[in-house]
């Protein structure tokens, strides 16, 4: 069954790029084809998985202003064979503005997305921290939306309007659009908090929140400046482990 998933929250520094970076990587590494789709403009993404976000030819940026084909800015990610990625830069910063005037532009990604999507299983979209026309073109693209929480006070800041967001995109422009289900992110087992946060998410957000739970973790933290995920960076680490469960978790998932 393929799926295309959009990762968002517009809250920043809840873990969006690092769920999507290594999610992305422990879905191949489970045998899976796994298309990334860098559309956030810090490109974090792309650098994260070990390709040099300047001297890439073709970007996302190019694609949704038809300057290329989809096939044209697709990149394998070395040592990952079944994983590929159309990176972003800094350029993805102005699209929002040269797309003015475009019609249904809140379409230009899933047209694209819709002449590779049969060559993979997975196509895992890595949103930027706003609800702007990037995300919309994610969630417009997208079958479901999978949403990670910061075990941190703050956490449900911005979910009610994200949930929003995904209902007026549901409404007009996708119908097919769900709330994959929540992730836990930099979870602390040593503090009460993080436990707070989990138990009042769960008793106040209608979604499946999945039963892994991502840990705070140095290793994890390391791994994107050495441009490699954490099941290349440190295999045995604890975030290692989580995120291959999570990629079962997903791979197991009947009801989307």
Same mark, same amino acid.
């Given at each position: 069954?393929?799926?295309?998933?959009?990762?968002?929250?517009?809250?920043?520094?809840?873990? $969006?790029?690092?769920?999507?970076?290594?999610?992305?990587? /422990?879905?191949?590494?489970?045998?899976?084809?796994?298309?990334?789709? %860098?559309?956030?403009?810090?490109?974090?993404?792309?650098?994260?998985?070990?390709? %040099?976000? =300047?001297? /890439?030819?073709?970007?996302?940026?190019?694609?949704?202003?038809?300057?290329?084909?989809? *096939?044209?800015?697709?990149?394998?990610?070395?040592?990952?064979?079944?994983?590929?990625?159309?990176?972003?830069?800094?350029?993805?910063?102005?699209?929002?503005?040269?797309?003015?005037?475009?019609?249904?532009?809140?379409?230009?990604?899933?047209?694209?997305?819709?002449?590779?999507?049969?060559?993979?299983?997975?196509?895992?979209?890595? /949103?930027?921290?706003?609800?702007?026309?990037?995300?919309?073109?994610?969630? !417009?693209?997208? =079958?479901?939306?999978?949403?990670?929480?910061?075990?941190?006070?703050?956490?449900?800041?911005?979910?009610?309007?994200?949930?929003?967001?995904?209902?007026?995109?549901?409404? @007009?422009?996708?119908? $097919?659009? $769900?709330?994959?289900?929540?992730?836990?992110?930099?979870?602390?087992?040593? !503090?009460?908090?993080?436990? %707070?946060?989990?138990? !009042?998410?769960?008793?106040?957000?209608?979604?499946?929140?999945?039963?892994?739970?991502?840990?705070?973790?140095? @290793?994890?933290?390391?791994?994107?400046?050495?441009?490699?995920?954490?099941?290349?960076?440190?295999?045995?680490?604890?975030?290692?482990?989580?995120?291959?469960?999570?990629? *079962?978790?997903?791979?197991? @998932? $009947? =009801?989307?």
């Amino acid at each position: 069954m393929k799926r295309v998933i959009a990762i968002a929250n517009q809250k920043g520094g809840v873990g $969006k790029t690092t769920t999507s970076i290594n999610l992305s990587a /422990c879905l191949a590494e489970a045998g899976k084809k796994v298309l990334v789709i %860098d559309t956030d403009p810090q490109g974090n993404a792309t650098s994260g998985l070990g390709l %040099d976000k =300047d001297e /890439c030819e073709n970007t996302v940026y190019d694609l949704v202003l038809d300057q290329c084909s989809i *096939k044209e800015c697709m990149y394998k990610v070395e040592n990952i064979p079944n994983l590929t990625i159309i990176p972003s830069n800094v350029d993805l910063a102005g699209a929002e503005i040269e797309l003015l005037g475009i019609n249904e532009k809140e379409y230009i990604l899933r047209n694209a997305v819709d002449y590779v999507k049969d060559d993979f299983d997975y196509v895992i979209i890595d /949103c930027p921290p706003s609800l702007n026309m990037l995300t919309i073109n994610a969630m !417009t693209t997208a =079958d479901s939306v999978l949403v990670p929480i910061q075990c941190e006070y703050y956490a449900l800041e911005g979910i009610s309007q994200l949930i929003h967001t995904i209902d007026l995109v549901q409404q @007009r422009l996708n119908s $097919k659009l $769900k709330i994959d289900g929540v992730v836990f992110t930099m979870y602390d087992k040593r !503090t009460n908090l993080s436990s %707070d946060v989990v138990d !009042t998410v769960k008793n106040n957000l209608n979604a499946t929140v999945y039963q892994t739970i991502i840990p705070r973790n140095v @290793r994890l933290a390391e791994a994107p400046s050495h441009g490699l995920p954490i099941n290349l960076y440190d295999e045995k680490s604890a975030g290692a482990e989580s995120y291959r469960n999570l990629a *079962k978790e997903i791979i197991g @998932r $009947k =009801d989307l």
